[in-house]
């Protein structure tokens, strides 16, 4: 007959454990509220996408990674919800948080310091 023998934890390492996962699942939403924020920024200043350029249809934040030139805006500079625009931001993001610089509180801020 097997014995049935239950886990326990004390009160500190359950506190330990949550505050661990408190402290991940923050740092996550810290990146979604701040893509989030830039995103509202962004709106609040431009009616199109700042990359967009209206004359050719051109995404200039594709120009960088598409060598052959195939860098047209397929959603007509509409940048919310944007994977490209979005992928942009999270790059940012990661850029600043990994030389622990501080984060631009407003899209203009993070323009002009590219």
């Known amino acids: 007959m097997s014995s049935n023998k239950s886990v326990k934890m004390s009160e500190d390492e359950i506190s330990k454990a949550l505050a661990k996962a408190e402290k991940e699942a923050e740092k996550?939403?810290?990146?979604?509220?701040w893509i989030d924020?830039?995103?509202?920024s962004a709106k609040t200043y431009y009616k199109l996408c700042p990359y967009y350029d209206k004359k050719t249809s051109s995404c200039f934040l594709t120009l960088s990674?598409?060598?052959?030139?195939?860098?047209?805006?397929?959603?007509?500079?509409k940048y919310e919800n944007c994977p490209i625009f979005l992928a942009?931001?999270?790059?940012?993001?990661?850029?600043?948080?990994s030389k622990k610089k501080i984060l631009p509180l407003d899209f203009l801020d993070l323009a002009q310091s590219m």
């Open 28 to 33: 996550k939403d810290h990146k979604k509220i």
């Open 88 to 97: 942009f931001l999270d790059g940012k993001y990661q850029e600043y948080t």
């Open 37 to 40: 924020k830039m995103m509202k």
């Open 65 to 77: 990674s598409t060598a052959n030139g195939e860098n047209k805006c397929t959603r007509e500079g």
